[in-house]
């Protein structure tokens, strides 16, 4: 049983579930842009679940509002069984840095901090002194391969180590849910199969995830994969 900061929640199977889903960008504009129409889905707790769809089909704008960065134009996004679409700003965000973590194409790295800084990051908020944040950031960096690179900034790494100090951030609150939009897309073949492996050993331990992806090396590990096309499920 799950719960999001004290509100009981509901049983495993349902960790994830929207209803009637639907995006419009610029509404009630000449630019309006219908982005989602009638997304159904329900996501169990433990589940690999893999977003593919061509470019433009609506998985960016899916992943931004299942994670609660984005909101739909009517619908609703159940997380644990709590209709978050009616959450305000300040509690989603406090749902997002207790129980999601974001892995994006383009890392999304702070420039002028070094690898441990971003990682040590999100739990500023936490109020982690700095001690302990510096331990539990550089314990996962050193999971990830990067123990050489804990004061390097971003510019000074290849896109490979820079998704992989992303990754660190992403996991250094021991997420429920992780959301990647695209992860390998910006880094090269290797570096792609090290991150598939880490993902898969984050399924291993019962993490949740969500992918958005055009890499197929994906589908060998998903336990869902869904096709979006258009902003509906194909
Ligand atoms: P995908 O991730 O599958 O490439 P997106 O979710 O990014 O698709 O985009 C879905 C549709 O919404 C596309 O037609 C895109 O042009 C449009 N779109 C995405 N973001 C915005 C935005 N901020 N403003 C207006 N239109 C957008
Ligand atoms: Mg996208």
Redesign the pocket.
Do not use: H, I, L
């Given at each position: 049983m799950e719960s999001i900061n004290g509100i009981a929640g509901c049983s495993d199977e349902a960790m994830i579930r929207t209803e009637n889903l639907c995006k419009l960008?610029?509404p009630h504009s000449k630019h309006e842009?219908r982005?989602l129409t009638d997304i159904n889905l329900h996501i169990r707790k433990g589940s690999f679940a893999v977003f593919s769809?061509p470019?433009?089909?609506?998985?960016?704008?899916l992943l931004n509002i299942i994670g609660t960065l984005d909101r739909p134009v009517s619908g609703k996004v159940f997380l644990y069984g709590e209709d978050v679409t009616v959450f305000s700003d300040i509690a989603l965000s406090v749902l997002r840095r207790d129980k999601i973590g974001f892995i994006f194409q383009d890392f999304n790295l702070i420039p002028r901090l070094s690898s441990i800084e971003n990682v040590g990051n999100p739990l500023l908020p936490l109020g982690v002194r700095a001690g302990e944040r510096f331990r539990r950031s550089r314990a996962i960096l050193e999971r990830m391969g990067l123990d050489d690179r804990l004061n390097h900034r971003p510019e000074e790494l290849s896109g490979g180590q820079q998704q992989r100090v992303a990754i660190a951030r992403a996991l250094v609150n021991n997420p429920d849910i992780i959301i990647a939009d695209e992860p390998t897309s910006s880094i090269d073949e290797d570096a792609g199969t090290q991150l598939i492996e880490t993902m898969k050993n984050l399924k291993s331990n019962g993490t949740t995830i969500l992918v958005?992806t055009h890499d197929t090396r994906f589908n060998d590990i998903a336990d869902e994969i869904f096709i979006i096309k258009g902003g509906r499920f194909a």
């Open positions: 960008y610029n842009v982005a769809g470019s433009g089909s609506g998985k960016t704008t958005a």
